[in-house]
């Protein structure tokens, strides 16, 4: 029977949960022998990614990517921080905000959490007014 990259993932959080380092490195040892004998190492990537899915979830963690033409300070990273808090409604414990730089932007910014996209970027607003122009 074939698994999913989920069931995987879901399983060996399982397994890892509560250990040692010690005995967290033996069972990856044998969850990575256990993929290759079941020709099911090219999940690998997803598994990893499905993983990462569930420790933010039973961590209360929230990871966002932010995407901007400048580096952020400190207060517009807390108050993007605070921004992305209200925005989905929820007591978090933390939230991973990791910023990329994007000169294309122009100004602006865009935030990415999960399938969830918030483009308030300066390049998006000229795109939306070529468009509103040609019509």
Request: charged share 30%; glycine share 2%; net charge positive.
């Amino acid at each position: 029977m074939k698994y999913s990259s989920r069931q995987y993932a879901k399983a060996l959080w399982e397994l890892l949960e509560k250990k040692s380092p010690a005995h967290q490195g033996v069972i990856l040892n044998n969850f990575m022998k256990l993929l290759r004998k079941q020709k099911e190492f090219k999940k690998l990537n997803f598994i990893v990614n499905e993983l990462e899915k569930i420790h933010l979830t039973e961590n209360n963690l929230l990871k966002a990517e932010i995407i901007s033409p400048f580096p952020l300070s400190k207060t517009l990273t807390k108050q993007t921080k605070k921004f992305i808090s209200s925005f989905f409604k929820r007591r978090l414990k933390a939230i991973i905000l990791e910023q990329k730089i994007d000169k294309n932007l122009i100004g602006g910014f865009q935030i990415k959490v999960n399938d969830y996209l918030i483009d308030a970027s300066v390049k998006n607003m000229l795109l939306k007014l070529k468009r509103n122009i040609r019509v």
